[in-house]
């Protein structure tokens, strides 16, 4: 696209596309360029028109307790899960208007183009700005730039989102936006022609243009979503998400189960109510895979919680072998003053420091990793595989920041 003329612009689904081959997996740059072309192509004036309507689920379908292929999975989630991105423009600036957020720059503020270049079907913008919006903003913070500031009896001509690249040297702020038209249905991979991105456009060729911008959402976790549901294909778990069913070879899942000591099951009954302790018992059942879902005020931390200290502090009822299934036996019970010794052991870093990082590698790639195998890590046999680690996941650091720190504080 330039000042002379618009160029017609496709977006394809992530793993088709063009002349080349396609792909049944898509790569993270493809599935990204797709959501960003469709989300900044959007009309910010016919969102907050359209949520005001009754008919607010057109188009969307019904989800359904299971898949025949990854193509009609996506085809229920992709349009659902960009209804949220509306859903999240609003409400960020609903939060603003009614003064839950605090930040400086959250209110219309000035900005002029610094530069302009066409990249990937994209418009990448370098723009001067205060030093407040400059420090409001984060990479992937969705930006509404218009011509006019939306006011009482205005009706802006010249307007389109931008997603926030980086944040450059002092008063300048990298964007990307698309211009080459809107999209409006997510299966046809050409733009509408619109009006209001031509002059847009127009805009941008022009150096030095002077820009309204008022800050909208972040989009940094709804993209790592949309990531996730594209790569589904790929997934080691896809059969079991698009079927929601398992086929257990080795029968009961209550043979299957973890064992949980006692005294930690009388915890867990007294702090958890019904639906968390079914949850937890639904987590140690030893399913490839548990979906539990937990809406907003039901404690879905403190069952994370009450999950991790049963897997933790519990050991299968019996081992999985090459024959089957084997009852897991044990030694004796240790005292409590055998138990911190072997604690201790087991985690010395509790007390100080981590052994493996006072022991410097003698051969490693300068100095830091060992090539020999003076350090190699010890082989675990393989009656001890149920001593595995818990990785935890979350769309955000916030939320594992306060798992980890609910862990440390009540052990």
């Not at 400086?104 to 370098?126: N, Y």
């Not at 931008?162 to 964007?175: C, F, I, T, Y």
């Not at 973890?258 to 030893?286: E, F, I």
């Not at 404690?299 to 999985?320: E, F, N, Y």
Request: glycine share 10%.
């Amino acid at each position: 696209l330039s000042g002379r003329g618009q160029k017609s612009m496709a977006v394809d689904k992530p793993g088709g596309g063009g002349g080349g081959a396609s792909s049944s997996t898509p790569s993270p740059a493809s599935t990204t360029d797709r959501f960003l072309k469709i989300v900044l192509s959007w009309d910010y004036l016919r969102i907050v028109a359209d949520s005001k309507g009754a008919d607010k689920a057109k188009g969307l379908q019904h989800v359904k307790n299971s898949y025949a292929s990854v193509e009609e999975y996506l085809g229920v989630f992709e349009p659902l899960l960009f209804e949220e991105v509306k859903g999240q423009i609003l409400q960020g600036r609903r939060n603003e208007e009614e003064g839950e957020d605090d930040e400086v720059g959250l209110d219309w503020q000035r900005g002029a183009v610094a530069s302009c270049a066409e990249s990937e079907g994209f418009h990448k913008l370098s723009m001067v700005v205060s030093d407040g919006l400059r420090d409001s903003v984060c990479e992937n913070d969705l930006l509404l730039l218009s011509k006019e500031k939306f006011e009482e009896g205005v009706n802006p001509t010249a307007y389109a989102f931008a997603v926030v690249e980086q944040r450059g040297g002092k008063d300048n702020l990298s964007l990307r936006t698309f211009v080459a038209g809107e999209i409006k249905n997510l299966n046809v991979a050409r733009p509408v022609k619109s009006l209001r991105l031509q002059r847009f456009a127009s805009i941008l060729s022009t150096s030095d243009s002077f820009l309204w911008i008022l800050k909208m959402c972040s989009l940094s976790t709804i993209l790592r979503e949309y990531s996730g549901m594209h790569s589904v294909a790929s997934h080691p778990f896809k059969d079991l998400i698009l079927s929601a069913s398992e086929n257990n070879r080795d029968g009961d899942d209550q043979k299957r189960a973890w064992n949980v000591p006692q005294p930690l099951m009388d915890y867990l009954k007294t702090n958890l109510n019904g639906s968390q302790l079914d949850a937890v018992n639904a987590g140690l059942s030893r399913r490839s895979f548990v979906l539990i879902q937990g809406p907003p005020g039901t404690g879905k931390t403190q069952t994370i919680l009450g999950l991790l200290s049963a897997v933790l502090h519990s050991a299968p009822a019996r081992m999985q072998t090459r024959g089957g299934f084997d009852v897991q036996k044990h030694g004796p019970e240790l005292d409590i003053e055998s138990k911190h010794a072997n604690w201790m052991k087991a985690s010395p870093w509790l007390i100080g420091a981590n052994p493996r990082d006072l022991i410097m590698p003698v051969d490693g790639d300068d100095g830091f990793y060992p090539t020999g195998n003076d350090l190699k890590p010890e082989v675990i046999s393989s009656n001890r595989k149920y001593r595995a680690h818990v990785l935890v996941c979350a769309p955000s650091n916030s939320a594992l920041d306060e798992i980890v720190l609910r862990v440390l504080q009540t052990g």
